[in-house]
């Protein structure tokens, strides 16, 4: 309740999906013809175009109706965050944490991201790497690329999913994903993994359909690459009473950005001047005394501040119920690390986050819409960035 009295976030809001009407349009194959020809120019080996495009005779039914269909549901952050933490959810993500202990230690030490938040993503994603999408991705794209409502974003893609092709990383019958193109089990998007996928197990080719070793390297790269800074947390669920709510909703704005979930959280602010406002840690003990900026993510009952690492994980996927799920799930998977992980040792915690000797640590990728949370609107438009 204060959250929406707050910051006005007690939902999850739905994309706006667009008109309907029947633009202008080259039939199919003709649209396809012109497709093959700039995939040609673009330098994409004629075998490759023939192959995948080839094969494509008409738009996916499916991708059109999926895309249609866009969830309107609006459910309060809380229950979708709920939803998405099941016991069993966590029990598996702990069993796997566990069974990758060795591979995960190596990643996090290159990377400079936490292996729990790895696993977690990896969770929500693919649900651990057993659901990564059967749809064949050059035809999806290219229905979705023909298709008026997102054509130049998924042209895009789909031109960068036949250089992945042509760069041998995958072969064609295995490029599979989601109905909008996010493809295996990190759900990344052709241009993501152009720019983010990376080769752990050292075979020389990126694959995120079947090694695990790849899939979490390539997740941390995601993150590091999209500014995960070492040795720091994510943020922290807070409680907020009633007068500490009204004094926020009088002072603090909010911030912009180009996604919803950012404008729907507030600009940053010290840990300091949330102490003022009034905000105190989930244990109603006092925020720690870290010099770390913050900012306020509320759903209906709800509250969270959130540091420079969750801006890593709306990279990901830019949705307040996304970025809580992956952060939450984390946090039951392992012991949070970081100068700023407790409210209570207040000497460690105002220390800024030290840079761990010996450890190389970096940065993260981004994914389009994926195949998990459908049921709900989490930004299709957020995901189609990925
Ligand atoms: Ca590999």
């Known amino acids: 309740m204060i959250g929406a009295a707050v910051l006005g976030l007690g939902v999850i809001?739905?994309?706006?999906?667009?008109?309907?009407?029947?633009?202008?349009?080259?039939?199919?194959?003709?649209?396809?013809?012109?497709?093959?020809?700039?995939?040609?120019?673009?330098?994409?080996?004629?075998?490759?175009?023939?192959?995948?495009?080839?094969?494509?005779?008409?738009?996916?039914?499916?991708?059109?109706?999926?895309?249609?269909?866009?969830?309107?549901?609006?459910?309060?952050?809380?229950t979708y965050v709920n939803r998405r933490l099941s016991r069993r959810t966590i029990a598996n993500g702990r069993q796997m944490f566990a069974r990758h202990q060795a591979v995960l230690a190596d990643i996090e030490a290159e990377y400079g991201v936490p292996a729990r938040i790895i696993v977690a993503i990896w969770g929500i994603e693919s649900n651990f790497g057993r659901f990564s999408g059967v749809r064949p991705t050059v035809a999806a794209l290219a229905t979705l690329a023909w298709d008026p409502r997102r054509a130049t974003f998924f042209r895009g893609e789909l031109f960068d999913a036949l250089e992945i092709l042509n760069r041998g990383d995958i072969e064609y019958?295995?490029?599979?994903?989601?109905?909008?193109?996010?493809?295996?089990?990190?759900?990344?998007?052709?241009?993501?993994?152009?720019?983010?996928?990376?080769?752990?197990?050292?075979?020389?080719?990126?694959?995120?359909?079947?090694?695990?070793?790849?899939?979490?390297?390539?997740?941390a790269n995601y993150l590091k690459g999209h500014g995960w800074t070492p040795d720091q947390r994510w943020g922290r669920e807070v409680s907020i009473g009633a007068?500490?709510?009204?004094?926020?909703?009088?002072?603090?704005?909010?911030?912009?950005?180009?996604?919803?979930a950012t404008r729907n959280m507030s600009v940053g602010l010290p840990l300091a001047e949330w102490t003022r406002l009034?905000?105190?840690?989930?244990?109603?003990?006092?925020?720690?005394?870290?010099?770390?900026?913050?900012?306020?993510?509320?759903?209906?009952?709800?509250?969270?501040?959130?540091y420079g690492n969750y801006d890593a994980l709306l990279g990901y996927n830019c949705a307040h119920a996304y970025?809580?799920?992956?952060?939450?799930?984390?946090?039951?998977?392992?012991?949070?690390?970081?100068?700023?992980?407790?409210?209570?040792?207040?000497?460690?915690?105002?220390?800024?986050?030290?840079?761990?000797?010996?450890?190389?640590?970096?940065?993260?990728?981004?994914?389009?819409?994926?195949?998990?949370?459908?049921?709900?609107?989490?930004?299709?438009?957020?995901?189609?960035?990925?």
Not at 243 to 260: K, N, Y
Not at 293 to 304: C, E, I, K, Q
């Open 243 to 260: 007068d500490a709510a009204q004094r926020i909703a009088d002072g603090v704005g909010r911030r912009d950005g180009t996604c919803q």
């Open 173 to 219: 019958g295995r490029m599979k994903g989601s109905w909008a193109g996010a493809m295996g089990q990190p759900q990344f998007m052709p241009s993501s993994y152009l720019r983010y996928a990376a080769d752990h197990d050292g075979d020389g080719r990126r694959d995120i359909w079947t090694s695990t070793p790849d899939v979490f390297a390539s997740i």
């Open 323 to 386: 970025a809580l799920s992956v952060a939450l799930l984390g946090d039951r998977l392992g012991p949070a690390t970081g100068a700023s992980a407790s409210t209570r040792p207040r000497a460690a915690a105002a220390a800024p986050p030290p840079t761990a000797a010996g450890r190389r640590r970096h940065r993260r990728p981004r994914t389009a819409a994926r195949t998990a949370p459908r049921r709900v609107a989490v930004g299709q438009a957020a995901r189609a960035k990925r």
């Open 278 to 306: 009034g905000v105190r840690a989930q244990n109603g003990s006092p925020l720690p005394t870290a010099a770390v900026t913050a900012s306020l993510v509320s759903g209906a009952s709800r509250h969270f501040l959130v």
């Open 13 to 78: 809001a739905a994309p706006a999906t667009g008109g309907a009407q029947e633009p202008d349009r080259p039939p199919f194959q003709a649209w396809l013809a012109a497709v093959r020809e700039e995939a040609l120019t673009r330098g994409i080996r004629p075998e490759i175009v023939t192959q995948a495009l080839g094969d494509v005779q008409e738009p996916l039914p499916v991708v059109i109706e999926r895309d249609r269909s866009q969830a309107e549901t609006v459910l309060p952050l809380e």
